[in-house]
Every structure is written in C-alpha cells, then in structure tokens.
C-alpha cells in the first residue's frame, strides 16, 4: 500500500509551449500554455534527458510573489507509445523533502528509527542528511533519479535520449546519471565529475573511521521501473565508482515514488543491480 508524503494543492497542469522561455532567456525557464495564454515556468530539470519537451503536460505550483516566474513546475505526465502513462518528479530540489519525509514515516526499512541531527563540527563532509542509528553517525547523500532503460525492441523517435537495456528479459529500470559527458574527471569524460568525487571522499573517511556510515539513497521519482540500475551507457566511470562504493562498504539503496496531479507517494523500495548491461 503506497502512502503519501505530501500534497500538491492548488496544482495546475500546463502545455510546454518552449523552452527556453521567449520572455525570459535562461534554459531553466520555459513557457506555458493554459487556456489559450502563456505563462513563464521554472523548469529546474531542464527538459530531463529529452522528455520534457514542447506538447509535454506539466504539473505546476504557482511561484511565490518574490520570484520572477508565474510557476514552478512539480512534475510532467509522460504519455510514450507501447509504455504506460507515468508521472515523473521534475523538481530534483524536491528528493531531499521526499527522502526525509519516507524516512521520519519509518518507510525505507534501512532507517528505521533514525534519528535527525545537524552536520556534526567533526565531520569533513557536506552530505544532504545526517542522524544517528545504531549509535553510529550516518550521512546520506541523494540522488534524483528520473531517467529509465528502453525496451530494445521497441524504436522510439523520442526522447533524445534513450539508453535500450539488452539484458535478457527486459525489465524497466531507474537509471543515474544521465546527460552528455562534458566533465572531466582523472583524465576521463564524465557526466557529473562531483558525484563521482563524492563516492571517492566518502571511501577515503571510512577508511579511517569506523564510527561514519555512509548511504547513497537514489530517489527514482516515477512508478514505472522495477530496479535501480547505474547508467552504464551514459558514464561508465561513474558506474565504476559505485562499484567500488559498495565494495568499501557504502550502503546503496533505492526507492520508488508515485506521482499523480495530487501530489507525491511512497511506492516502495527498489533492488539496486549493479552488474554492467549494454546499451
């Protein structure tokens, strides 16, 4: 039974008309259409590996009075051929809210009686949460996930940006990271150059401090994937990593959101596969 971590009160569904916005240029604003006017949206997520595009409906909030956009977008309603219908979080500053909130209900079995404290003076890393359990000193580190795999035998024009999983038995899957590798990291192309250093500061602490645990939680923010799996198609190297994570000891899990034009859901928790698989 799927229980819900909070509202979406007052949402209002939109059209992505363009992105950027015509009125304001930054790639994090797009335009709006609701009964024949144009509004300006704060889309933080960009257009989320190529799903987030014009005809797109878009589940929103109205800005506060402060900021220069008319709305603030929570979530997209993703409608592909031969795949069903699913609501995607779009709003990656909400994973922490989300991960907290599943973790204060006891929903995420791992943390069960964790306790909430602020970043302790002695320790050397910026995390998103920390809190004590078992009498150990945990950090949680977040990740968004709002990409998945692609059934190889279904072509899709759309999105850009596909990663087809030729595992036997094709199975939807949470994927992470997505995006271009334009960062660098040791001499090699990456996507995200920060998470992977992340991975490497957390095995240096805990190499030297038994009394740290580290988690990384990955938030996938849609109800239509199965299983975590890192995004070997996209960054290798930073899958690579999270291999070596768990080997170290870093604890890696997985829980799945439900997203309607209400508001957001606990699902339930995922598997994390981390063997490699071809796109």
Request: with cysteine; charged share 25%.
């Amino acid at each position: 039974m799927m229980s819900k971590l909070f509202s979406l009160k007052g949402a209002t569904t939109l059209e992505l008309l363009k992105r950027p916005s015509k009125k304001i240029k930054s790639p994090y604003v797009s335009d709006g259409i609701l009964d024949g006017n144009i509004f300006t949206i704060h889309t933080p997520a960009l257009n989320m590996g190529g799903q987030c595009v014009k005809g797109t409906k878009l589940i929103c909030n109205k800005s506060n009075e402060t900021s220069k956009t008319d709305y603030i977008l929570n979530a997209i309603k993703l409608e592909e051929k031969n795949y069903k219908k699913v609501y995607i979080g779009a709003n990656p500053f909400i994973a922490e809210k989300i991960a907290k909130i599943a973790i204060e209900k006891n929903l995420i079995k791992y943390f069960k009686n964790f306790t909430f404290i602020k970043k302790p003076v002695s320790v050397n890393y910026r995390g998103d949460i920390y809190g004590i359990l078992k009498d150990k000193t945990h950090i949680i580190e977040i990740k968004n996930v709002i990409c998945a795999t692609y059934d190889p035998t279904i072509n899709l024009v759309s999105p850009s940006e596909k990663f087809y999983d030729n595992s036997v038995s094709f199975s939807r899957s949470g994927i992470y990271p997505f995006g271009k590798k334009t960062q660098n990291w040791n001499n090699e192309k990456v996507v995200s150059s920060r998470s992977i250093r992340q991975i490497d500061e957390m095995i240096k602490i805990i190499e030297n401090d038994n009394d740290i645990v580290f988690t990384i939680l990955f938030v996938v923010n849609r109800s239509d994937c199965n299983a975590f799996k890192p995004n070997w198609a996209s960054d290798p190297t930073y899958c690579r990593y999270l291999v070596k994570a768990k080997e170290a000891g870093i604890n890696l899990v997985a829980v799945k959101m439900h997203w309607n034009e209400k508001g957001c859901y606990f699902d339930s928790q995922l598997k994390v596969e981390l063997d490699k698989w071809e796109n």
